[in-house]
């Protein structure tokens, strides 16, 4: 059984330590530039100078879109290594949803691409509180009213490493995520915190999980950064590459001409991908034996479509299952894993889960129906004051502590 090691250091030491090890493999690959892990290191460094600079207060948050892109995981890691606190917004967020999350965090200053910018930079859309607007996305004179290009945001910014302060909080708030309110707030949003301890134990464990390691290459293909396959991915020290065409043949297409061994898809795009016609054993655009996993995100997946792909494809199709107070997975399938219909896997490294009365909350023999409890390094402060989240989800174990979830009515949901 794999043993969890996580050092209790700040999230960005995950990219410090990656550019020291391997500093001139590759760390992020898009269909422009490839950033190697000191490059990436560095451009986290001069993120986290500008951000000190337009930020000047300790504690100010940082808000930052999470585009599928070579600028945000120097934004993610540079934000955090300035001493900011960061609050994620998804880039295909609407006008009420990036309003919410600005005004809930109070957020002074944001990484966004021309589209939010343009949203926020319009007199109905400046929020009191927002002093600078960065667009990702543009350069030179391209940004939109008063907010600033990248290049401008960091015309003379060093790259030098930053200075460390004060010994930072392991326990304290890194990033700030947010996710759909299943109460009777009907749309509004709920903020949920990480601490760098969440993050950084979430990263090793997804490593081992996805058996992860310096050989290996993850393709993304999801409609934005999550920071779970971020850091997983940096601790790791393997290369990511980025597909923006969210074409279900353009990814697998990209993963065969890449090498990947880590295929990242949404249920919904690889149902489609099931079900094209060219998807047949033996075509030249699907990837060969270097494919060792294809990691399903979203929605369930139907088990036929799984066994379909898994068989075309020669790897195994592995789901997870996760909260939103989770901040990456908390059961993942393993390779030989039978795609049932529930199935959600083993809990990962240095995770528990039990089955419970909904009542006394006492725990159920393997086998009976009750609702799902679990505890684990990557669990969100404050959700869990006796270390076991109730999940609101009813399931079961079983004999080898699989667990299958058979309803689902709290926000709960795969892993992205």
């Known amino acids: 059984m794999p043993i969890l090691r996580y050092l209790e250091n700040p999230l960005d030491d995950l990219l410090r330590r990656a550019a020291a090890r391997a500093g001139d493999a590759p760390a992020v690959t898009t269909t422009r530039t490839t950033l190697t892990f000191a490059a990436l290191d560095r451009e986290a460094d ?107 945001a960091l015309a003379g910014v060093p790259d030098t490493p930053v200075r460390t302060g004060p010994p930072v909080d392991v326990d304290a708030v890194a990033c700030w995520q947010f996710t759909p309110h299943a109460g009777p707030a009907g749309g509004a949003l709920r903020a949920v915190p990480f601490s760098h301890r969440n993050l950084i134990a979430g990263a090793a464990q997804t490593a081992i999980a996805q058996g992860l390691d310096a050989a290996s290459v993850t393709l993304n293909h999801l409609p934005h950064y999550h920071p779970a396959h971020l850091d997983a991915a940096v601790h790791a020290g393997a290369r990511q590459v980025l597909c923006q065409d969210p074409a279900p043949w353009a990814g697998i297409a990209l993963a065969a001409r890449v090498g990947a061994s880590h295929y990242h898809g949404l249920a919904s795009r690889l149902a489609r991908l099931a079900g094209d016609r060219r998807f047949a054993p033996g075509h030249p655009d699907l990837p060969g034996p270097h494919l060792r996993a294809v990691l399903c995100g979203g929605t369930p997946l139907e088990p036929a479509t799984a066994r379909r792909l898994r068989d075309v494809l020669g790897a195994p199709v592995l789901q997870g299952y996760g909260l939103s107070e989770v901040c990456t997975l908390s059961h993942h399938q393993t390779p030989g894993s039978r795609p049932d219909l529930g199935a959600v ?21 393997v086998w009976s129906t009750g609702e799902v409890e679990i505890r684990g390094p990557q669990l ?37």
């Open 46 to 152: 001069r993120i986290a100078h500008a951000v000190r600079r337009l930020a000047p207060r300790p504690g100010t948050v940082v808000a930052a879109a999470a585009s599928l892109d070579a600028v945000f995981p120097a934004v993610y890691y540079g934000t955090i290594r300035g001493g900011r606190p960061l609050a994620l917004v998804d880039p295909a967020a609407g006008p009420a949803a990036l309003h919410e999350i600005l005004t809930t965090t109070g957020a002074e200053l944001a990484f966004v691409p021309t589209a939010l910018a343009e949203l926020l930079v319009e007199p109905a859309g400046r929020l009191p509180r927002l002093r600078t607007i960065v667009v990702t996305d543009a350069a030179g004179e391209a940004a939109p009213g008063p907010a600033l290009a990248l290049s401008t």
């Open 345 to 365: 896997g083993v809990p990962l490294p240095g995770t528990e889960c039990r089955v419970v009365t909904p009542a006394g909350r006492q725990p159920v023999p």
């Open 380 to 416: 969100t402060p404050g959700h869990a004051p006796d270390g076991w989240l109730p999940t609101g989800d009813a399931g079961y174990l079983d004999e080898d502590g699989s667990l299958y979830v058979i309803n689902r009515p709290s926000p709960s949901s795969p892993h992205p």
